[in-house]
């Protein structure tokens, strides 16, 4: 869920790219739904394992095992810890409150970044005139 909302919503500072330490090889229906009921799209998610290649290419890895990063990624820094239960197995109720927990981290996370860009703009802006 998280790679399609941050496709949708923060494409213009994230380029999402989501795999998991234990994928489970397809995509659940009801994440599909659930996207689907508000409005989003799931056509190009898939299940995959993350690769070391990706996470090192990586400039920030959200871990949502629920395990801490340390006993997940054996890199340090670049990477946030984001409480979020897995849904699989339970019912649409459950997958649209998951939706919307990510759905803000998203937000805020974007929002963070869009003003990161801004800062460096400035500076950079600042700097050209100096």
Not at 5 to 26: H, K, N, Q, T
Not at 82 to 109: C, H, M, N, S, T
């Amino acid at each position: 869920m998280a790679e399609a909302i941050a496709r949708r919503d923060a494409a213009d500072v994230i380029e999402a790219a989501s795999a998991g330490v234990a994928p489970l090889g397809f995509v659940a229906q009801q994440t599909g739904l659930t996207l689907t009921e508000n409005g989003y799209s799931s056509d190009d998610l898939k299940s995959k394992p993350v690769a070391r290649e990706v996470w090192e290419a990586a400039d920030l890895i959200i871990n949502m095992t629920g395990r801490s990063w340390e006993r997940v990624f054996p890199i340090p820094g670049r990477i946030q810890d984001w409480k979020v239960d897995d849904p699989y197995g339970e019912d649409a109720e459950v997958y649209q409150r998951i939706f919307e927990q990510i759905r803000k981290r998203v937000a805020a996370l974007a929002e963070t970044l869009r003003e990161q860009k801004q800062a460096v703009a400035a500076k950079d802006s600042q700097r050209n005139r100096d």
